[in-house]
């Protein structure tokens, strides 16, 4: 069965980077975009990029620019998102979702979130 | 950017009543419109997509309607586990998500 594992909970000081990973399993790795959307505490849900398994292409949104990497490693079927220069509103639950690439794109696929605490 | 909204913000209802969510887009996404049950500590998950297309496994109490800027998910026969946040995502351009609606026990 498909399956999206994070890596665990993060604290982080202001100024600090985190790394968060993303392994897939369950289907082809190289079929499906992966996309992170982040939810504050107690807020909705926000976009905040994606990365082609195909080339490592990513797309990002335009708040994030600047201070967010995302990467993927084939062979582990894993991607990782990092962002840099933490700030106290970077506090939220970072998910990984699945979707096939290109407009009309849905999430059918989550991992689990994980909590970065930025403080 | 696609702005997204969504009404009621909060509503309070009964198991087995119906109950419906609206959200509109800033501008037309076609049929680009999802929609994601969360509920409390949990990730999202996938109802409907392409504005009324019922995802696997998905009970058929849950529909969505509509197209261009407006559209609506209703729910008959609400369970308990329907009390939840729903949440509308247009995925046109990007994938700008609406504010959610807190669906509540009356």
């Known amino acids: 069965q498909v399956q999206l594992v994070q890596s665990g909970a993060e604290v982080k000081k202001p100024g600090a980077s985190v790394k968060i990973s993303c392994q897939a399993s369950?289907?082809?790795?190289?079929?499906?975009?992966m996309y992170w959307v982040r939810q504050a505490p107690g807020q909705g849900l926000e976009w905040v990029g994606a990365?082609?398994?195909?080339?490592?292409?990513?797309g990002t949104a335009q708040k994030f620019e600047g201070r967010l990497t995302m990467t993927r490693d084939t062979t582990a079927s894993t991607v990782y998102m990092e962002l840099k220069n933490l700030r106290s509103e970077d506090t939220a639950v970072y998910y990984c979702?699945?979707?096939?690439?290109?407009?009309?794109?849905?999430?059918?696929?989550w991992g689990q979130g994980t909590l970065v605490t930025v403080s | 950017d696609i702005q997204m909204t969504q009404s009621p913000s909060s509503l309070a209802a009964s198991v087995g009543d119906t109950v419906t969510i609206t959200c509109r887009a800033s501008?037309?996404?076609?049929?680009?419109l999802n929609w994601y049950r969360q509920r409390p500590g949990e990730a999202p998950q996938l109802l409907i997509y392409?504005?009324?297309t019922l995802q696997s496994g998905v009970p058929s109490r849950f529909a969505g309607r509509g197209s261009g800027t407006d559209f609506s998910l209703a729910i008959s026969s609400l369970q308990p586990d329907d009390y939840a946040i729903y949440y509308c995502?247009?995925?046109?351009?990007?994938?700008?998500f609406g504010p959610g609606t807190r669906v509540e026990v009356k």
């Open positions: 979702a699945r979707a096939v690439a290109g407009r009309g794109y849905y999430f059918d696929f």
């Open positions: 369950g289907y082809n790795f190289m079929n499906y975009y």
């Open positions: 990365v082609n398994p195909v080339g490592g292409s990513t």
């Open positions: 501008q037309s996404v076609g049929n680009f």
């Open positions: 392409r504005a009324s």
């Open positions: 995502q247009q995925s046109y351009s990007t994938g700008t």
